[in-house]
């Protein structure tokens, strides 16, 4: 019905529904993780953690694979929103090994690498992807059945490379010290501590501040350019996947700059 679809039987213009699904997978991170980093930084679940929000977003992303035209949103977009959270979450405990593999001196030119690095993997898969989709007829494959591939291609990549930091990492040292907490009080006495001493820094209070609002902001531009070109704009697929393309080369050259 043109731009209009059916999520529980309520309708929504498709972009704004993808926009309402990430937002809501934002908040349930939101929600989560300050308790449950605390929890892993208490018990030395980092790792855990992380393997856990990397194989909801990778089998939530390879769930998509069963989403055909024509059929029920509510899958999909469901299948969207753990994704989302899933690549989110594993992203804070991803980080959160910066100190443990790198010394403080190494530690922005080995994050800036990370980014680095990132930014490549992410043009490598998509040129794949792209290659499957655009050439599907010398595949003989369907248009469908190519769009489709593309996500069972996005779960092997992530699961594939995460593999290796699953093998290589440490799990995480707990830090639970002399106390005899459970596990849910003890992250949150963390999460007090921590709270406790930022009120008594008010510059990271300001920074910290800051740099939520910068992160919403360029994460927002991030997620919803593509549907901003493709619904106000009205630019074509090719063009699209061209400057999809030409941001992850910027980034890679920024990253790099950053770096040195």
Same mark, same amino acid.
């Given at each position: 019905?043109?731009?209009m679809v059916?999520?529980?039987g309520?309708?929504?213009?498709?972009?704004?529904?993808s926009t309402?699904?990430?937002?809501?997978s934002?908040?349930?991170?939101?929600?989560?993780?300050?308790?449950?980093?605390?929890?892993a930084?208490?018990?030395g679940?980092?790792?855990?953690? %992380?393997?856990?929000?990397?194989? %909801?977003?990778?089998?939530? =992303?390879?769930?998509l694979? &069963?989403?055909?035209?024509?059929s029920s949103?509510? &899958?999909p977009?469901?299948?969207f929103?753990? /994704?989302?959270i899933?690549?989110?979450?594993?992203?804070v405990?991803?980080?959160?090994?910066? @100190?443990?593999? /790198?010394?403080?001196?190494?530690?922005?030119?080995?994050?800036?690498?990370?980014? !680095?690095y990132?930014?490549?993997?992410?043009?490598? *898969?998509?040129? $794949? =992807?792209?290659?499957?989709v %655009?050439?599907?007829k010398?595949l003989?494959i369907?248009?469908?059945?190519?769009? +489709?591939i593309?996500?069972?291609?996005?779960?092997?990549?992530?699961?594939?490379?995460?593999? !290796?930091a699953? +093998?290589?990492?440490?799990?995480?040292q707990?830090? $639970?010290?002399s106390?005899?907490?459970?596990?849910?009080?003890?992250?949150?006495?963390?999460?007090?501590?921590?709270f406790g001493?930022?009120?008594h820094m @008010?510059?990271?209070?300001?920074?910290?501040?800051?740099?939520?609002?910068?992160s919403?902001?360029?994460?927002?531009?991030?997620? *919803?350019?593509a549907?901003?070109? /493709?619904?106000?704009?009205?630019?074509?697929?090719?063009?699209l996947i061209?400057?999809i393309?030409?941001i992850? *080369?910027?980034?890679v050259i920024?990253a790099?700059?950053?770096?040195?």
């Amino acid at each position: 019905n043109g731009d209009m679809v059916s999520f529980f039987g309520h309708p929504y213009v498709n972009t704004v529904l993808s926009t309402y699904i990430l937002g809501l997978s934002y908040l349930v991170v939101v929600a989560l993780l300050p308790i449950l980093t605390s929890i892993a930084d208490y018990r030395g679940k980092k790792k855990a953690y %992380l393997q856990l929000f990397t194989w %909801l977003g990778s089998l939530a =992303c390879a769930g998509l694979f &069963f989403f055909k035209p024509g059929s029920s949103l509510e &899958f999909p977009m469901i299948c969207f929103g753990l /994704a989302s959270i899933g690549y989110c979450g594993g992203f804070v405990f991803y980080n959160s090994y910066l @100190p443990q593999i /790198a010394t403080l001196d190494q530690q922005d030119a080995v994050s800036a690498k990370g980014f !680095i690095y990132g930014y490549v993997g992410s043009i490598v *898969v998509q040129v $794949i =992807c792209f290659i499957v989709v %655009l050439n599907n007829k010398a595949l003989h494959i369907t248009d469908d059945l190519a769009a +489709r591939i593309s996500f069972l291609i996005v779960f092997f990549w992530w699961i594939g490379f995460s593999i !290796i930091a699953f +093998r290589i990492l440490p799990k995480g040292q707990p830090n $639970i010290g002399s106390h005899n907490y459970n596990v849910l009080t003890g992250g949150f006495k963390e999460l007090a501590k921590v709270f406790g001493k930022i009120r008594h820094m @008010p510059l990271l209070k300001r920074f910290l501040s800051a740099f939520f609002f910068y992160s919403v902001g360029v994460q927002t531009i991030m997620l *919803v350019a593509a549907n901003f070109a /493709a619904k106000e704009l009205h630019m074509s697929d090719e063009s699209l996947i061209s400057i999809i393309l030409i941001i992850q *080369v910027v980034a890679v050259i920024g990253a790099m700059l950053t770096s040195r």
